[in-house]
């Protein structure tokens, strides 16, 4: 049997240029739907087993975040559960995956995939606890349910929106809410029952369907980059903003964490809203603390490494934690998970996963709750 | 929220005509893809928590198989991973199904769905074993890999072909096969350890990728029934039967199962190749063993009802089991499951689902290893 | 750390001679409470780790059946859970193991052991379904329970008597009930379903509750070989077999299967009922039609090696199987299980373990339902 | 099928008195091992399926402490493995528990157990990660091992102590345990590998396995109250102390955590050292730093319920926690787990149970990194 890459399943991406041999397997990244964007892949490759393979991915340098791959190792898999990093290399142009599969099937991915069949999967497991109501918020650009959690008693006071995934190939966010969401739907778990003693949670945990079963990077079907959408998004091409927003406008918000992935930085860090117009110093003291909060909680998230100030100081409002930062005056946090790994806790066999990021979404319960509390203590 | 109906899924399939109020949805089947069958749906309700819901399928009775629904009763699941049968009716017409949902988000089905996922799951674990080789056969229609397990030493004096669900709709094909496999690579399984000391096996879990995510019920992409194509499979339009034909004239056949489900017969039941040309008392003494041998395997399994022996005589060699039957003068079988029940052992709650599938796939290695037993002995 | 050999656990047997060092380990089997049989072992050995452990056991030589050794390999578990084959080696008088730990803690056994908390939790789990009632019969010697699953209806026809472990050391007895009570509550099982159509089971799990405990190869607590009791059991010493041979000649009987192990021939077999006096051509031929089906239904069954038909011609009612065959006319089969491996199809890894017992457990329902079904033509 | 009660299990405990009918069971506690305690029950009903059950325990009232039965609600299970509170009174003399099992036999206990089989399985499991190392510090009175985990690199600068049970009739300690070293041996636990780059950990799951295994309350085998015999242990009645009091002289010890239940709060809680001469401002700083880590790491941990500071003034250091304390001068405290409840968050299906105190482990992790980061500072 010859070689053979394929990607005709959900979130597949990849181009093929040739396959002479193993050793010379020469890919190019695909453009998002509709857009310039490029970085995901996901793959699969058959015929090579126990062959010394070598990917060359011939564009990777033409990516949207070619700092992504300095220091970057692709996942593989066999089994499409268990995922590990293999030897890669970069040049400055070209991105060089080695590994020597050992089963005839092998999966390459950019990182841990979560798949629309587990999304579904994650939403009817939910749907189980009496504290949840599922919502449909509308279809996608192509069709498809946007869905969001509601958990917890909706006359509670507070309010807290975490919505994830505004780009696509950002899995590792959608990994982090179904962290958060079991631990949150746990009975024995103490800070869960806590915080749905005082808040009634609003999930999103995938806010780009299209672009996530597409394999996009970073845009919907309609090419938008949705996280860039929140000033006029628009029911023709960016309907998965334009209804979570509506949605947040009616609910009201007291704290909103809008969950990403970052190509470059290995750290899990957070942008606040310290750049908008009119924040208080009390808000900045609010936003501090539930970052202190989040130290605390996981020594996978740190303080140190993170996005200069200024990084998105024009037409800011465009963007989801900025736009609800301004409009509710709340704590209001885009929270950055890696691609490729914490530095500061390197794990050379998995790098940064989906296991990890749902820690960090358990973890992240904690500043949530010390949050509420503190709030709840204000209002009062 | 208002009522929801949406497929935009693995295998979801639905025409919605009008959801005015829980007890007014009213629904018709859609084609397959390029072809005028119709009778398989996949689809999801939203927003009728503890309402008396009444869906009516209106063209039901155009349906391929409008005896198909006598007797019958809808699947439905709140997670999709447990599946239950639900009040439904068949006025001739219409079927009517009637369910108060007990929670936001529901989905019906012709039968418990196997979802693409899965599959490339099933093939990822199988290949762990020792045994397993994955190879690709080729592409279907639409681009995905049509997959082939070969499991134990390809060298050995027999050879066992099982292909499964040339019929997409027909998901119980895929979970009777995931049950065989699942026997027949634990090491403790005595039955399996015995086969693969005789023969090999190949096995194409799922002969019509396409047709199974698009959400048919008998076509491939292109609008083919796959088992009238096997005298002149085309590249064009049946590649999965042409790649699988060829495949199986280069290995050679001792034995060959094809798995379909079928829509009216409420029995695990075989259609064997007693109406060929020149069919020996020997093949039929062989094919009656085989049966003999199944019916001991499996009280699910019976003999009383099936198809007339002459249902298939014109053209009969299009279909894969009078083809293969003819060409390697072996014994040739389709096995047929229901998608209503067994009658001789019905289950209220589930009726015949894939757990029952799988157990019968399981069951199925014990005909298997007594043909090959008797074989043996013939050959030698 | 030095050496250390402990053996106070549920079933630990082991005196210690002296352990000087690794290579020098020195043990004797201990005796059966009040009685002189002696074979089981099962001790913890600890701080060895990575070090090449030679262990003699001096006495094997005296053991109840030094044939036993003959061709047998040691079972060894770091967690208990997962056993696996060790070397091991018969000089006629000493048994020699020796391995090289790869953890501080290791057991070592005769055989996978089945405790006495694993079994309540068998009754436990086992009592959720519909179809079983727990019964007490009695205290046994120590006052431990005895209990009996009674499955399906007792209103039923036909008798189903199935016992385990007699013999307490024969923990692979226990392993096939598990087996069989799990595949006969499984409501998707076709045979289980059908079996409890026809008839009711009384099922005693474990006959030898405190032998089990005390880590005994034979005896109960007051050194009875308890299947030797059953002309004339006693409630001081033997109340095991005197409660269950009442309730068994208040039930009825139409199936007996006494499950045991074999110290000696590595196959699994059944010893008859043809020696007793007055036994008719139609039992001979109902036996032999039962363990025809039972070689049918698993490979790991076998009729070519066994016990001579004259083994227990004295005092042969002294035997549970034969002391009910002859009083019920029914069949009523001894089946015997290896402690080392079945020769016709070895696993150098685990042998003959708990988990291939408990898939013949799985696979004795398929004789035992054609039993049923010829018992219920001839009883019309 | 009369009632019957039993008790000869891993930790029964009970005293028959008279078991006429389901509404008449009249029962006595019986003592600790050559002791005068008694608190601790545990055993088995059989043959009152469907019946309203009262079961008195007439000699409650002489308990070792009786407040302990003001608001408490005994514990059921028909598979001993999902546990749930039942109806239970307390008039000052006679415990009343009322139930109407649904099964054929029932378990109740003072509190969920946990065997001594699960022990030995937890220590199995966790010996398979490479960051630990099991030690065998000597026997029990009763000739049982006593095991220690050693978690980490032995050369670390920081020692961390945790010991728990005792009191043997303190269960929830040792699932306690068992959830801290789940999370502490999961890779992809932050805050656990923190830890293990800073410290090693020295972890006695189960200090008195005698009294375990015996369904004691406070005492092992010889009747000693180990946390009364830290001053002077004694090889024949106290080794399990005298061996790890000898241990933790040869570590030495930065934090020791030493794990009881409650009978009469309903909180957990810890009680500190500060009422040993010497201790310093230094001290209180930092056990008040470890306490307020522990607030915010779990809701289920809270300071307003506890002791009065000067509850063992007398004698206070034969108490495990003080003698460290005092001879370390390090953060010592003795965990108090409920046996009824949390009566902050009540559970009314569960109560306080294995899972929550489980969760507690894992949560205490917390405190325990920011006190070695604290120490880590101090000590540089
Ligand atoms: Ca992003
Ligand atoms: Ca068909
Ligand atoms: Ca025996
Ligand atoms: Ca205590």
Not at 84 to 92: A, C, K, M, Q, S
Not at 95 to 109: F, G
Not at 264 to 291: D, I, R
Request: net charge negative.
């Amino acid at each position: 049997m010859s070689i053979k890459i394929s990607s005709h399943f959900d979130a597949g991406a990849i181009e093929v240029v040739s396959t002479a041999q193993p050793s010379q397997i020469n890919l190019n990244l695909r453009k998002d739907s509709n857009a310039d964007f490029m970085q995901w892949f996901y793959f699969r490759l058959q015929g090579a087993r126990d062959e010394a393979c070598t990917l060359r991915i011939l564009n990777a340098g033409a990516a949207t975040y070619p700092s992504g791959w300095e220091g970057y190792r692709a996942v593989a898999s066999y089994d499409r559960e268990e995922w590990f990093r293999v030897d890669t290399e970069y040049d400055g142009k070209v991105l060089t995956i080695k590994h020597t599969p050992t089963e005839d099937s092998v999966y390459y991915a950019y990182f841990e995939p979560y798949s629309w069949e587990r999304h579904l999967s994650l939403l009817g497991r939910a749907a189980y606890s009496p504290q949840v109501r599922i919502e449909d918020l509308g279809n996608t650009v192509d069709g498809r349910d946007l869905n969001m959690l509601v958990i917890g008693d909706e006359a509670a006071e507070q309010k807290v929106w975490v919505i994830a995934r505004q780009h696509p190939g950002e899995s590792m966010a959608e990994w982090l809410v179904e962290g958060m969401l079991d631990a949150l739907l746990d009975v024995a778990n103490p800070i869960a029952r806590k915080i749905l003693q005082k808040a009634v949670l609003y999930v999103v945990p995938n806010m780009n369907p299209d672009g996530s079963v597409r394999g996009n990077l970073r845009t919907n079907a309609a090419g938008a980059n949705l996280n860039r959408e929140w000033m006029t998004p628009s029911l023709e091409t960016s309907p998965e903003v334009f209804y979570v927003k509506n949605k947040i406008h009616e609910t009201g918000c007291d704290l909103f964490l809008d969950i990403h992935g970052d190509e470059g930085l290995p750290y899990n860090f957070v942008a606040g809203s310290e750049m908008l117009q009119g924040f208080t110093e009390q808000q900045m003291a609010e936003q501090n603390a539930f970052v202190q909060s989040f130290v605390a909680a996981s020594p996978d998230f740190q303080t140190k490494f993170g996005y200069p100030t200024d990084k998105y100081y024009e037409d800011v409002l465009k963007l989801a934690s900025k736009y609800v930062g301004h409009h509710f005056k709340c704590t209001s946090l885009t929270l950055e998970l890696p691609f490729k790994d914490n530095a500061d806790m390197p794990d050379d066999v998995v790098g940064w996963d989906g296991d990890r990021s749902a820690k960090l979404g358990e973890a992240m319960l904690q500043p949530i709750l010390q949050h509420l509390n503190r709030n709840q203590v204000k209002t009062k």
